[in-house]
């Protein structure tokens, strides 16, 4: 079973405005990563944050961790027509390789 | 610098007809190697993952198998393919020290 789930599972935003995407997981972590997928592509990193942080940044992407509720947020600010995409959580476990789960995804449109 | 190649790119494979889908990473050692299904408009399903020449971890029974006969090497086979076997496959690798996956850029099965 997948490990992340995020909400929205659609979101639709005017350019220049801030789009947040959750995530939440069910079990302990090491730690939690956001990826982004153009369609028809293959993921890529954004950001990861370690389970023993709150809060990260990274250029206009602002991402926090609550391990207590165990849920996580990606904020995207200034929204671009090039932002369109689809959002991924993944959380790591350390099994020993690392398995790393992904959750269903968030599709983004941001409207020029 | 680090790459990683997936081949084929697309396919269409007739039902029963057998599979194998070759990824191959350059420019790093004993990386850990990861195979995923991600099915239209969905999320990604961890299918196999591997810490080392040989040694693969099988996360979803299943019609398909995995092998890495070289440090470097991942290859995903099916003796027989099902309808339900279509999707987009990805192949990531990581450092054994963990972080973010690199991924692939995909290959696209239809199983007619």
């Known amino acids: 079973s997948q490990q992340g789930e995020e909400d929205p599972q659609a979101l639709s935003i005017q350019e220049g405005e801030n789009a947040t995407m959750n995530c939440s997981y069910k079990?302990?972590?090491?730690?939690l990563q956001w990826y982004r997928q153009n369609s028809g592509r293959g993921l890529v990193h954004l950001i990861l944050?370690?389970?023993?942080?709150r809060e990260k940044h990274s250029g206009r992407l602002r991402v926090t961790l609550d391990t207590s509720k165990k849920s996580s947020s990606l904020l995207i600010t200034a929204s671009r027509a090039a932002d369109t995409a689809s959002y991924f959580c993944?959380?790591?476990?350390?099994?020993?390789?690392?398995?790393?789960?992904f959750g269903a995804g968030t599709r983004l449109f941001v409207k020029a | 610098s680090q790459t990683i190649h997936q081949w084929p790119a697309t396919l269409v494979q007739p039902v029963g007809s057998p599979l194998s889908l070759e990824c191959t990473v350059e420019?790093?050692?004993?990386?850990?190697l990861y195979w995923y299904r991600q099915a239209a408009g969905r999320g990604l399903q961890l299918l196999f993952y591997?810490?080392?020449?040989?040694?693969i971890s099988s996360e979803v029974p299943q019609n398909l198998s995995a092998s890495r006969p070289q440090d470097r090497q991942f290859i995903l086979s099916s003796k027989k393919l099902l309808l339900s076997d279509s999707g987009f496959y990805l192949c990531?690798?990581?450092?054994?020290?963990?972080?973010?996956?690199?991924f692939g850029e995909g290959s696209r099965l239809t199983v007619l």
């Open positions: 420019g790093t050692s004993n990386p850990n």
């Open positions: 591997s810490v080392g020449i040989g040694q």
């Open positions: 944050i370690r389970s023993n942080e």
């Open positions: 990531a690798w990581r450092g054994t020290s963990g972080g973010e996956l690199f």
């Open positions: 079990t302990s972590i090491n730690n």
């Open positions: 993944a959380t790591d476990r350390n099994t020993g390789g690392f398995k790393t789960i």
